[in-house]
C-alpha cells in the first residue's frame, strides 16, 4: 500500500525553544522510548528523535480498511520486565490473554501450563521411532524452564524502589539473587547453537528442524528453549501492539519530554556536545542516549580525535557485524468471522504444513542458483527454491481480532503471517528487477500453505500486500532488516553475558550511552527495554554527579 497508509508520516510535537537539552535520545523504539520517559520523569529536559513519521520501531500497528494490523512485534512477553516498568511509571494498560498454538502438518496442541507434555506426546506421534530422543529433548526443555522460573520468577528489580521497602528486599529480593546466580551458572551449558545442541540428543534432522526452525540461525540453546516457557507468558496490549508505544508517549507528554519525527540523526559531534539532522539543524545535548541502529552510530560519530585503539576496533567490528535473520510477512484481509479463523489458527500460532524440515531444502542452496550467470534460468531456479521453502518453513500466524474483536468489522478479519527470510536473497531478486513480482509469488504459496489448516482461504481474500526484510530495512533503519539485534552467525560485537547487561549501555564515543536491541545479544522486547531503563539510570547518575 501507499507509504502513508502503512507507516503515516506526521510530526508528533515538536521542540518550541532553544534546542538545547539535558538529553537526546536517537531513536524512539520501545527502548528510546523507556529511556526517555524515565529521564523526564526525573526532572530531565528531554528530546527524541526518530527518523520515521511515527515512534515505536519495531512495535508498530496500523488500520487498512477498518482491520487493525500489527506491523512488528505481534504480542508481548512480560519475562518480569514490562508490567513491572509500566507500574513504576504509573501507566495503566490492559493485556488480553494471548495462548499460543502450535501446528505441525495435521497435529496440533495448545501451550498452556502442562502444554510441555502435550507437545512431546505430538512430536512423538509425528516421529514414532524417535521417542527416546523427544523424551531427552522434553528433560531438557524442562531444566530450562525451572531455569526460567528462577530467572524471570519476580518483577525485576530494576523497576522497583527497594527503599521504600526493605521487608521485600531482605525475604524477597536477596534468597532471589542467590538462586539467579546459581541459575546463571546452569545456563552455560545451554550456550551451544540451538541444532547442535539438539544434534547430540538425536539424529532425526527433521525431528530437529521442527523444534528449531522456529528460531533463528544459531540461536543458543537456552534461549530458543525457553521460548517453551516464555510463550506462555504472552499477553496482547488491548487496542493492538501500538497501543504499549501510545501509552509510552502519553506518559512521556505528561512529563514534558518531547519528540521529533522525521527527524534523522546523520552526525555528532561528541567535544561540542551536538548532533546535526538531515534538515540542517543541530541539537545540542549534555548527554546523548542511542536507541538506534548501531552501525549508524559510528557512522555519525566517525573518526573521533584522538581515538584510541579500542574505540577503532570496536568500529571496525560493528562495520563487520550482520543483522540478525529478518523476516517476510504477508498482510491478509478476509472476508472470514473470528471463529474460523480462530479454529485454524487460535490467536497466535506457529504452523509448519510439512514435517520433512528446511534441512532438506537447504538454507542456503539458494544461493548457487542465485550465481548462475542466465538471469531467466536463476529466476526460474530461484522460484523452484522458493516454492520449496515456503512449504517446508515454518510460519508465525497472528489474528489480533481473535484476541480483541474491537479490531476488525463484524465479518471480516486480518491475518498477518510471517517466515525467517534471508535479506540477501531479497537483496539479489530486488537488484534482478523481478521484487514485485517476488511479493506477488509469496502471497501466493503462503495462501497456498494456508489452504492445509483453513481450506477456502483464498477464495475468501478480500486484499494482500507482502512486506521484506527490505521493508524493515527502509522503514525502521535497522541493518539487514534485523528484528532482534545482531547475527548469532560470527562474532558479536556487543557484551552477551547477561551479568553483565549494564555495562553494555556505555559506549566509547564521549557523553554518548546506548540502548535497544543492538545493545545487548540475545536481544528481544525485555532487553531493549531494560536497556533504555539502564541507560536512562546511568545517564542521570553522571549528570547529578556533574552538577553537584
Known amino acids: 500500500p501507499p507509504r502513508s497508509t502503512l507507516f503515516p508520516y506526521t510530526t508528533l510535537f515538536r521542540s518550541n525553544v532553544n534546542n538545547r537539552y539535558d538529553v537526546l535520545v536517537v531513536g524512539a523504539g520501545m527502548a528510546g522510548l523507556t529511556a526517555a520517559c524515565y529521564l523526564a ?93 523427544i523424551k531427552a529433548i522434553q528433560g531438557e526443555i524442562r531444566q530450562v524452564m525451572r531455569i526460567m522460573d528462577v530467572l524471570y520468577g519476580i518483577d525485576n528489580p530494576l523497576f522497583l524502589d527497594m527503599k521504600s521497602n526493605p521487608e521485600y528486599l531482605l525475604k524477597t529480593i536477596l534468597p532471589w539473587l542467590l538462586r539467579y546466580q546459581v541459575n546463571m551458572r546452569k545456563v552455560k551449558r545451554f550456550r551451544r547453537p540451538i541444532e547442535q545442541y539438539l544434534s547430540a540428543l ?57 519528540i521529533e519525527c522525521n527527524t534523522e540523526i546523520m552526525s555528532l559531534d561528541p567535544q561540542a556536545h551536538a548532533a546535526t539532522a538531515a534538515d540542517g539543524r543541530t541539537m545540542r545535548y549534555d548527554k546523548l542516549v542511542w536507541a538506534a541502529d548501531m552501525k549508524s552510530l559510528y557512522r555519525a560519530a566517525g573518526k573521533l580525535p584522538d581515538a584510541g585503539h579500542s ?68 529466476r526460474k531456479a530461484l522460484e523452484g527454491w522458493l516454492f520449496r521453502y515456503f512449504t517446508l518453513t515454518t510460519y508465525e500466524v497472528s489474528c489480533p481480532a481473535v484476541r480483541d474483536t474491537a479490531l476488525a468489522p463484524k465479518g471480516r478479519i486480518g491475518l498477518i503471517v510471517s517466515t525467517l527470510f534471508n535479506v540477501d536473497l531479497v537483496r539479489i531478486i530486488h537488484q534482478s528487477g523481478w521484487y514485485l ?105 553522571e549528570i547529578t554527579r556533574a552538577k553537584s
Open 202 to 258: 538425536t539424529g532425526n534432522k527433521a525431528l530437529i528442524d521442527m523444534i528449531a526452525q522456529h528460531f533463528f540461525r544459531n540461536t543458543p540453546a537456552f534461549f530458543a528453549l525457553s521460548y517453551f516457557g516464555l510463550y506462555m507468558d504472552y499477553m496482547y496490549p488491548k487496542g493492538g501492539t501500538g497501543s504499549l508505544v501510545r501509552a509510552m508517549v502519553d506518559f512521556l507528554r505528561t512529563q514534558g519530554g518531547e
Open 41 to 133: 520523569k526525573a526532572g530531565l529536559r528531554v528530546l527524541t528523535c526518530e527518523r520515521a513519521g511515527k515512534p515505536g520501531g519495531l512495535v508498530a500497528d496500523f488500520t487498512r480498511h477498518g482491520i487493525h494490523f500489527d506491523a512488528g512485534l505481534r504480542a508481548v512477553e512480560n519475562s518480569g520486565v514490562i508490567r513491572p516498568m509500566l507500574r513504576d511509571l504509573g501507566i495503566e494498560m490492559e493485556f488480553l490473554p494471548n495462548p499460543v498454538t502450535i501446528h505441525m502438518g495435521d497435529e496440533v496442541v495448545r501451550l498452556e501450563q502442562g502444554g510441555l507434555e502435550q507437545y512431546a506426546a505430538m512430536l512423538t506421534k509425528l516421529f514414532p521411532k524417535n521417542a527416546p530422543d
Open 437 to 541: 513480482e517476488f511479493k506477488e509469488l509469496c502471497v501466493r504459496q503462503i495462501l497456498a500453505q494456508l489452504e492445509k489448516a483453513l481450506p477456502g482461504i483464498g477464495d475468501n481474500l478480500l486484499d494482500s500486500f507482502c512486506a521484506t526484510p527490505l521493508t524493515i530495512e527502509k522503514f525502521t533503519g535497522n541493518a539487514d532488516g534485523a528484528i532482534t539485534g545482531w547475527s548469532f552467525c560470527g562474532d558479536v560485537p556487543v557484551e552477551s553475558r547477561f551479568q553483565k547487561i549494564a555495562n553494555s549501555v556505555h559506549t566509547l564515543v564521549p557523553h554518548v550511552y546506548q540502548a535497544g536491541q543492538w545493545t545487548f545479544n540475545p536481544s528481544g522486547l525485555p532487553v531493549s527495554v531494560l536497556t533504555g531503563k539502564l541507560a536512562a539510570d546511568a545517564v542521570r547518575k
Open 311 to 378: 574505540y577503532r576496533m570496536q568500529v571496525e567490528q560493528v562495520a563487520k557485524g550482520r543483522g540478525g535473520d529478518s523476516v517476510l510477512t504477508v498482510f491478509l484481509e478476509l472476508d472470514l468471522d473470528t471463529q474460523m479463523v480462530s479454529q485454524a489458527f487460535g490467536a497466535h500460532c506457529f504452523y509448519t504444513p510439512a514435517i520433512e524440515g528446511l534441512s532438506s531444502l537447504g538454507l542456503n542452496s539458494w544461493a548457487a542458483h542465485a550465481n548462475d550467470t542466465n538471469g531467466d534460468d536463476r
